[in-house]
């Protein structure tokens, strides 16, 4: 008979045996086939032909045992196959079982075959047969069966890799012969750590919490996989572990942890770890870090500051509110940012946060009211990124600057001057004051005007003029030039404004000043039917003056 030798190759992925060498093995995957390496002994039934060397190569050979004769009248086959190449690809506590696998015919279609294997923890034979099946009578067939017990599976293999078996048939009154082509067995073993990861706390997630419920996921990859048998989880970035508990009884593919309470505040970094049912343990990933923050933010000032006096009325509002890890910029709006006038009247503006200076701002929708008190709050609303809210509304006020006066006229008291001024009725007034009012007019080369405008304001506004083409006009804010018009020039018509507006800084008092300079007109001027004398008279005047 000729019949070629076949090697069945299943779903896991497999180490095939070189049937030509014995003793050769190439492992693919996690499974190993081992082979027989001495022929077998036989406690019933006998060799025909053939022998181990011919099972395991390649040609057309083949072994031919039969069945002997118990108690002259049954026919049994017991073959103990004892020398088998030895399991050395991994630790006998990674099996996970083992699977005999045999191809061949035999002559009685009635008869099965079973095996059994010796526990080398027990020193003994274990006392479960596997059943194979039957082979057909014509052509080769193929049986297998598995132990399906990675704990007894482990029993089979001795601390040195050694297997036994025995391969045995069903009494029965037919003398059966049986045909191997070929005999192995395949051991399955998980080398393959699994794997785990933290699902919560997210990377960098901020909480207030004095417990937490830590959860995961864990899994062990085909194809050699043992089962997810435990995850531990590490609050100190791996320096001690706890056990987790499976999402259901023996089910890690989710877990969690209670941590409960946790110490203190600070940063702590949580890594997971698992072990298969084979004793792999995963080397840990990074983890997960969690900032555990119960500071709750802080006011650490305000602009204005409280009990300001006097404020620009055109001033907005702004707070610092600080925390180490951040304010919640959704926290801080309309309702939790407000300003109400001296009569509790509300004041509406544009709340925003700006998370980079850490500043609140307020920003009126229109200019406050001079004279009057505000009382500005940022109440318990306003929250860090982790949850912690103000410990108590915080409340400050401030006064707004009196009201400036509408005009400041040449007779007005706090004018003062230098050199030689004249105060002049004049009722040629442009806009917006109209009628007779007082300047102060100039009649000396270098003559300064000076007022001293409070603190409070934003803007100041000068109005001076020319009577003739004479003089030149500077204007100085704190001593320092700002602007300067040659009163020479025709740009500028006689009786006609000149107007200098300039920006103040309201945390201070300013001084304007107004200088007359350079060369005098023609030497006399009727005005309002009075002849004035213009030798030296450089005209140059202030009209009004503004500040707001």
């Known amino acids: 008979m000729s019949r070629a030798t076949k090697i069945a190759v299943t779903g896991v992925a497999v180490a095939i045996l070189l049937l030509s060498l014995p003793g050769a093995i190439t492992a693919v995957g996690a499974s190993a086939y081992k082979v027989p390496t001495a022929n077998p002994s036989f406690s019933m039934g006998s060799i025909v032909s053939g022998n181990y060397t011919n099972v395991q190569s390649a040609d057309n050979t083949y072994m031919r045992v039969r069945e002997g004769t118990f108690l002259f009248i049954f026919r049994y086959l017991e073959s103990n196959w004892e020398g088998w190449q030895a399991f050395s690809e991994a630790p006998r506590e990674k099996v996970l079982d083992i699977r005999v696998e045999m191809e061949g015919r035999q002559s009685d279609s009635g008869e099965s075959w079973r095996v059994q294997f010796y526990d080398h923890d027990a020193s003994a034979w274990d006392t479960t047969w596997y059943n194979l099946g039957s082979f057909p009578i014509a052509g080769d067939g193929s049986l297998s069966v598995a132990v399906g017990d990675a704990a007894r ?44 990861s933290v699902s919560s706390p997210a990377n960098g997630e901020l ?24 995850v531990e989880v590490s609050l100190d970035g791996g320096a001690s572990w706890v056990p987790a508990t499976p999402g259901a009884p023996g089910d890690f593919s989710t877990w969690s942890y209670t941590w409960n309470p946790i110490p203190a505040e600070g940063t702590y970094t949580i890594r997971s770890r698992a072990r298969d049912a084979a004793g792999n343990v995963e080397t840990p990933g990074p983890g ?19 009990g300001a006096n006097p404020v620009a009325v055109t001033a ?231 500040y707001w």
């Open 316 to 546: 907005s509002l702004s707070a610092v509110v600080y925390d180490a890890n951040g304010v919640d910029p959704a926290s801080v709006n309309g309702s939790t940012f407000t300003l109400v006038d001296d009569e509790g009247m509300p004041v509406m503006g544009n709340v925003s946060y700006d998370p980079g200076t850490f500043t609140a701002t307020f920003d009126p929708e229109s200019e406050l009211s001079y004279g009057t008190t505000y009382t500005a709050t940022l109440t318990t609303g306003i929250a860090d990124l982790a949850g912690n809210h103000l410990a108590g509304n915080h409340n400050w006020s401030f006064s707004m600057a009196p009201q400036p006066p509408e005009y400041v006229l040449a007779d007005d008291p706090g004018w003062s001057t230098q050199g030689e001024w004249y105060i002049e009725p004049y009722t040629q007034l442009p806009e917006p004051l109209t009628g007779e009012a007082d300047l102060l007019v100039a009649n000396d080369e270098g003559a300064t005007a000076s007022y001293v405008i409070p603190p409070g304001y934003t803007r100041a506004r000068l109005a001076s003029a020319k009577y003739w083409q004479c003089g030149v006009a500077e204007v100085y804010l704190d001593g320092v030039p700002v602007a300067a018009v040659d009163l020479n020039s025709d740009d500028y018509i006689w009786g006609v404004p000149i107007y200098t507006t300039l920006d103040l800084n309201p945390s201070t008092a300013h001084v304007i000043t107004l200088r007359a300079t350079g060369t005098g007109g023609p030497g006399w001027v009727e005005i309002d039917g009075v002849l004035y004398d213009l030798t030296w008279m450089h005209f140059v005047n202030v009209q009004w003056l503004r």
């Open 288 to 306: 997960a870090a969690l900032v555990v923050d119960w500071t709750p933010p802080a006011v650490t000032g305000t602009s204005p500051a409280n």
């Open 153 to 196: 599976a482990r029993r089979f293999v001795s601390a040195t890799g050694a297997i036994r078996v025995r391969l045995a048939s069903n009494w029965d009154l037919t003398r059966t012969d049986l045909y191997i082509d070929l005999f192995r067995a395949r051991i399955i073993y998980d080398t393959t750590p699994p794997s785990s």
């Open 207 to 230: 909480t207030a919490a004095h417990s937490y419920l830590v959860t995961g996921t864990a899994y062990d990859p085909a194809p050699d996989a043992s089962g997810v048998s435990a």
